[in-house]
């Protein structure tokens, strides 16, 4: 019973290289999130997925790109990364039967701009 | 995160009750969430309340909603070292990718 699982968990990155985090939920979720979490700041939504094949941007979008090709996967991807990239990124996904959707997280990816 | 405020820290002794407490601006916000978050670890839901309740009580939490003011507040009884955690509070304005995440609270339980 997996849940959501984040690949890589950690990664140092210098400015300019790329790279794809991963994203894998068991549950047959329809949504899907990325976020972001910066001390003191909370989580901030980076895109989302309602479905497979589909993305929406979220608040911080700017430097990102996502892909949702398959129902259980949703991957963020950095073009270029920033130092201002530094920050942790974490997976959700929530189901759209239940009623409260809440979501379910993974544990994180700790990325490292330099 | 900004239209969800929590203060950032909190200190109680062992066996004492900790109260994290939230305020929202959305008052069409359907659902409000508690969040935990352990070193290392993702967000674990630790409880909700629903718009139109008051309150509710789930073993030692105890989560109290105030809509007229928008306030919203965790109650902790006879809280543990193990309740040292991040506490976030969020408020879902009608599906997941409407939920917006204050914060959070840290909480420091003394021995």
């Known amino acids: 019973n997996a849940g959501v699982t984040q690949t890589p968990k950690f990664r140092v990155l210098k400015t300019g290289q790329s790279m794809t985090l991963l994203c894998a939920q068991d549950?047959?979720?329809?949504?899907m999130y990325w976020y972001r979490q910066d001390p003191g700041m909370g989580l901030r939504l980076i895109h989302y997925?309602?479905?497979?094949?589909?993305?929406a941007k979220g608040e911080v979008p700017d430097g990102y790109n996502v892909s949702r090709l398959k129902k259980q996967n949703f991957l963020l991807g950095l073009e270029s990364a920033a130092p201002s990239q530094t920050s942790v990124y974490f997976c959700?996904?929530?189901?759209?039967?239940?009623?409260?959707?809440?979501?379910?997280f993974g544990d994180g990816t700790r990325l490292s701009i330099l | 995160g900004e239209d969800v405020e929590q203060s950032l820290f909190l200190s109680v002794r062992e066996g004492d009750s900790s109260v994290i407490n939230c305020t929202y601006t959305?008052?069409?916000?359907?659902?409000l969430y508690w969040y935990k978050q352990e070193p290392g670890a993702g967000l674990q839901l630790l409880t909700y309340?629903?718009?139109?309740?008051d309150m509710k009580q789930d073993q030692r939490l105890t989560v109290l909603l105030n809509k007229k003011d928008k306030h919203l507040s965790l109650r902790i009884a006879d809280t543990q070292t193990g309740d040292s955690a991040i506490y976030f509070c969020?408020?879902?304005?009608?599906?997941?990718?409407?939920?917006?995440f204050g914060a959070g609270t840290r909480l420091f339980v003394k021995a």
């Open positions: 959305d008052s069409s916000s359907t659902y």
């Open positions: 549950m047959n979720h329809e949504y």
């Open positions: 309340i629903f718009s139109n309740m």
């Open positions: 969020a408020e879902s304005r009608g599906g997941g990718f409407k939920t917006i």
């Open positions: 997925s309602v479905g497979e094949g589909t993305t």
């Open positions: 959700a996904s929530s189901s759209l039967d239940r009623e409260n959707q809440p979501q379910h």
